[in-house]
């Protein structure tokens, strides 16, 4: 018994070696430098440990806003984008002879490339001296105004963030959505028609109860996802995302590392612990609801 311990172990030690090297010793070295104060990038000295790089940015105003528009961001995507993603994979469901295909088209955004989809949006968005965009024209088409949505006020180039992450993250949903309904037990359809249940009713009992654990497990990289978001506001909004008010979570704590403010190892580390906390603590309340909601 213990030859074969031994021998699991030996087989195990690589994958131990790779995650204390890459993620165990990171983790150790990000919390030593958030209690190190008065960190001087360049002579590798501090002036002493405390809590003052927590306090610094948790007052900071960069920090503030890109808190609010990261929170704001997951608050909307998470669900809408769960939410339409399972209402095509519905319609898809429903259609068999061109589900492949429309699964493909569907797809596309999700493979193709982020900053090129991002050039697009800015493209159809953006106001400029020459045009208005292809948005905007289709707004006044209507009868409305006009409205900068890079440069002009804060909702709309929240909307443009919101909408782009949305059109970005759909597509993996769409599938893994697909594949579950795929694999819900037909059985349990053919039994609910024979009761004369209505479609409501079987969707509500039936559907939404055999595909929970996917839901579950979409809105949790969901969350996720949504809190890690940076590559998204520079495709549309540029680098400088501070001056255009549009910053995120990890885009304060590249900032702080790598930025035009930067060199400040011991903020950014500070920066990341906290989004680590809101991220541990919205995983751990989601795994504590899962426990009655989720079926599996």
């Not at 769960?82 to 469901?93: C, K, M, Q, R």
């Not at 400029?128 to 965009?133: L, N, P, R, V, W």
């Not at 612990?273 to 991220?279: K, Q, S």
Request: charged share 10%; hydrophobic share 50%.
């Amino acid at each position: 018994m213990d030859k074969q311990n031994n021998k699991a172990w030996l087989y195990l030690l690589p994958a131990i070696i790779f995650l204390g090297i890459f993620m165990v010793y990171p983790l150790v070295d990000v919390l030593v430098y958030s209690f190190e104060e008065g960190y001087n990038f360049a002579s590798q000295t501090y002036s002493g440990t405390g809590g003052y790089n927590y306090a610094y940015v948790l007052r900071d105003p960069y920090f503030l806003q890109a808190l609010k528009n990261t929170l704001i961001l997951v608050a909307v995507t998470v669900p809408l984008s769960t939410g339409i993603a399972l209402l095509i994979s519905l319609a898809l469901n429903s259609v068999k002879k061109l589900k492949e295909l429309f699964q493909t088209i569907y797809f596309l955004p999700y493979v193709t490339n982020t900053l090129a989809v991002g050039l697009v949006f800015m493209i159809l968005f953006k106001k400029t001296a020459y045009t208005d965009g292809l948005v905007n024209l289709v707004i006044t088409w209507f009868g409305g105004s006009a409205v900068d949505f890079i440069d002009g006020p804060y909702w709309a180039k929240m909307f443009v963030l919101c909408f782009y992450t949305i059109w970005v993250v759909m597509p993996f949903k769409i599938l893994i959505l697909t594949s579950a309904l795929a694999s819900v037990n037909q059985d349990y359809y053919n039994a609910a028609k024979i009761d004369g249940t209505s479609k409501l009713r079987t969707f509500t009992r039936i559907t939404l109860p055999m595909i929970s654990p996917m839901i579950f497990y979409l809105v949790i990289t969901g969350f996720i996802g949504a809190f890690k978001a940076y590559s998204d506001a520079v495709a549309i909004f540029g680098t400088d995302l501070n001056a255009a008010g549009m910053n995120t979570i990890v885009g304060y704590i590249y900032d702080m590392l790598y930025g035009n403010s930067g060199g400040y190892p011991s903020f950014a580390s500070a920066a990341a612990l906290i989004l680590f906390a809101i991220v541990l603590t919205i995983t751990c309340i989601n795994l504590m609801i899962s426990g009655r909601r989720v079926h599996y």
